[in-house]
């Protein structure tokens, strides 16, 4: 036993994480590590098993082996819904929005239900859920858009309103799946600003192509491919990993 070091508290710890779709292993042997208040981006081409490292932490697809603790918690045997109540939110490539809906009522029905003014009157909790979203507005550079229907809005406006559908939950683990993708120059700079804010208190797992973008955002990024770890490190130390040149310049 070590003296004088206490063991690290890990965000999320995965290990030895893999599924196979017939015989195929999407994801091989993963291992990796998040900090509390940490942005992760994981890169790689496309069929590298990005997605489905998502899919498995929040449950979507059952791992065929390894291990995914979740503030010490075994994700792997929780379902869907157990997983986020435990913390975890998930933002799909397509937005799931709801069209006909304005964005303040896509916030308000994404607010948990009987959390924090449980049993309050009605009118304390419609004050409390008000306050709420208008708060996650403005995070999310919506606030002059709450009565506007949410199909008035751009592409960009859509992927920051379901950001902030998984915001309202409070979740500490947020993950999103190429949040920029689509989105314009400024939208883009807008979108890493706001991850940064939304970081305080919570770790992002991020899915993403743009490496501008990637080097706004990252802490450290995690280069996939054929489901397994090729790179880890800061930005710098992938982008001259010998091995990442290799598979993009493969391309
Ligand atoms: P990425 O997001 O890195 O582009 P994916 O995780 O979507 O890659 O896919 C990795 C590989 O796993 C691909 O070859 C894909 O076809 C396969 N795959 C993903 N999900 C399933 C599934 N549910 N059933 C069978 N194969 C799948
Ligand atoms: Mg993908």
Redesign the pocket.
């Known amino acids: 036993m070590e003296i004088g070091t206490q063991p690290k508290e890990f965000l999320l710890a995965v290990s030895g994480l893999t599924v196979s779709?017939?015989g195929?292993k999407?994801v091989n042997d993963l291992s990796f590590y998040l900090d509390p208040d940490e942005i992760r981006v994981i890169i790689?081409p496309?069929?590298?098993?990005?997605?489905?490292?998502l899919?498995l932490i929040c449950g979507k697809?059952k791992a065929t082996s390894g291990s995914i603790e979740f503030r010490g918690k075994e994700l792997t045997k929780l379902t869907e819904n157990a997983i986020v109540q435990a913390g975890v939110g998930r933002k799909f490539q397509t937005p799931s929005i709801y069209d006909d809906l304005t964005v303040f009522e896509n916030l308000e029905i994404s607010y948990p239900r009987g959390r924090t003014v449980f049993g309050a009157l009605t009118f304390k909790r419609d004050a409390a859920v008000r306050e709420r979203v208008e708060e996650i507005a403005e995070m999310i550079f919506l606030k002059d858009k709450l009565e506007t229907s949410a199909e008035l809005l751009s592409h960009g406006q859509k992927q920051w309103l379901e950001i902030g559908m998984l915001l309202i939950q409070d979740p500490e683990l947020l993950m999103l799946d190429e949040p920029v993708a689509g989105m314009s120059v400024s939208e883009r700079m807008k979108t890493a600003e706001l991850l940064h804010t939304i970081i305080k208190g919570r770790s992002v797992l991020v899915?993403e192509h743009d490496m501008k973008f990637v080097e706004d955002i990252a802490h450290k990024v995690i280069v996939?491919h054929q489901g397994k770890i090729l790179s880890e490190g800061s930005m710098e130390t992938v982008k001259n990993d010998p091995k990442v040149i290799e598979v993009y310049l493969g391309h």
């Open positions: 779709f017939d195929f999407a790689g496309n069929g590298a098993g990005k997605t489905t490292v899919d697809t899915i996939l």
